[in-house]
Antibody, heavy 116, light 107 residues
Framework: EVQLLESGGGLVQPGGSLRLSCAASGFSFSSFALTWVRQAPGKGLEWVSSISGSGGSTYYADSVKGRFVISRDSSKNMLYLQMNGLRAEDTAAYTC?????????WGQGTLVTVSS | EIVMTQSPATLSVSPGERATLSCRASQSVSSNLAWYQQKPGQAPRLLIYGVSTRATGFPARFSGSGSGTDFTLTISSLQSEDFAVYYCQHYNNWPRTFGQGTRVEIK
């Protein structure tokens, strides 16, 4: 069974940093691209970033480019999102998903709140 | 960036009736379009990809159609478990973008 479990969310001040993690299981980790999608409270879905199975290709939404870094560790079956320079508008539930094109499996998300 | 526009924002439908949801892309996405279903408090579920291929677990009452810039999700006979928010998403190029969603509610 494919499982994706996010962690690392919390309350952070504007300008601060946070690293999100996503523990993956139930599939051949290195064979699949992974993606972060976020959803602000009461709002729709926003694609944030994707990384290829090898980690060699990464893509970012313009809204986070230069501030967020996606990475993965195949030895631990872990996906990460390093978030720097956080802004109020980054407040959202961040969810990891499997896929590069469309997203077949999703985690339950971890909430990030950016507020002073 | 390709902008995905869904209509209507809210669709009120009685159980057993047909629901038709629209998704329009600001430029052609070919057949690179997916639909997701999201219920309150739950993660989205992949519903359809490649415009019309149903994902595992969804019954035949869900169907997708369209190409290029105009797409439709049809639920032929709404069941109680189908009331949810539906999002379209393109994957023709980067960045991937979602529509703003259509809420299907009980009339």
């Amino acid at each position: 069974e494919v499982q994706l479990l996010e962690s690392g969310g919390g309350l952070v001040q504007p300008g601060g940093s946070l690293r999100l993690s996503c523990a993956a299981s139930g599939f051949s980790f290195s064979s699949f691209a992974l993606t972060w999608v976020r959803q602000a409270p009461g709002k729709g879905l926003e694609w944030v970033s994707s990384i290829s199975g090898s980690g060699g290709s990464t893509y970012y939404a313009d809204s986070v480019k230069g501030r967020f870094v996606i990475s993965r560790d195949s030895s631990k079956n872990m996906l990460y999102l390093q978030m720097n320079g956080l802004r109020a508008e980054d407040t959202a539930a961040y969810t990891c998903a499997r896929g590069f094109a469309f997203f077949e499996y999703w985690g339950q998300g971890t909430l990030v709140t950016v507020s002073s | 960036e390709i902008v995905m526009t869904q209509s209507p924002a809210t669709l009120s439908v009685s159980p057993g009736e047909r629901a038709t949801l629209s998704c329009r892309a600001s430029q052609s996405v070919s057949s690179n379009l997916a639909w997701y279903q999201q219920k309150p408090g739950q993660a989205p579920r992949l519903l359809i990809y490649g415009v019309s291929t149903r994902a595992t677990g969804f019954p035949a009452r869900f169907s997708g159609s369209g190409s290029g810039t105009d797409f439709t999700l049809t639920i032929s006979s709404l069941q109680s478990e189908d009331f949810a928010v539906y999002y379209c998403q393109h994957y023709n190029n980067w960045p991937r973008t979602f529509g703003q969603g259509t809420r299907v509610e009980i009339k």
